[in-house]
């Protein structure tokens, strides 16, 4: 289920990035979608795969420092 929403998102984003106007998005036609809220909806899907993946434990993210 999240992966195919992910998906959805993902072509939505190809979508308007290749000069589209308007999409269609789990069977609703929407015209002249915010990118922004596009990125922040596939940030917020990938986060959740990653932690079903994971058992429900969260994910580790490792500090790399300064350079």
């Given at each position: ?44 899907l990938e986060m959740r ?19």
């Amino acid at each position: 289920m999240l992966q195919k929403q992910l998906d959805s998102v993902n072509k939505a984003i190809a979508n308007i990035e290749d000069g589209a106007q308007s999409y269609t998005l789990n069977g609703r036609t929407l015209t002249r979608a915010s990118l922004g809220r596009l990125y922040d909806q596939r940030d917020k899907l990938e986060m959740r795969i990653a932690i079903v993946k994971n058992g429900g434990r969260g994910f580790k993210a490792k500090y790399r420092g300064r350079s």
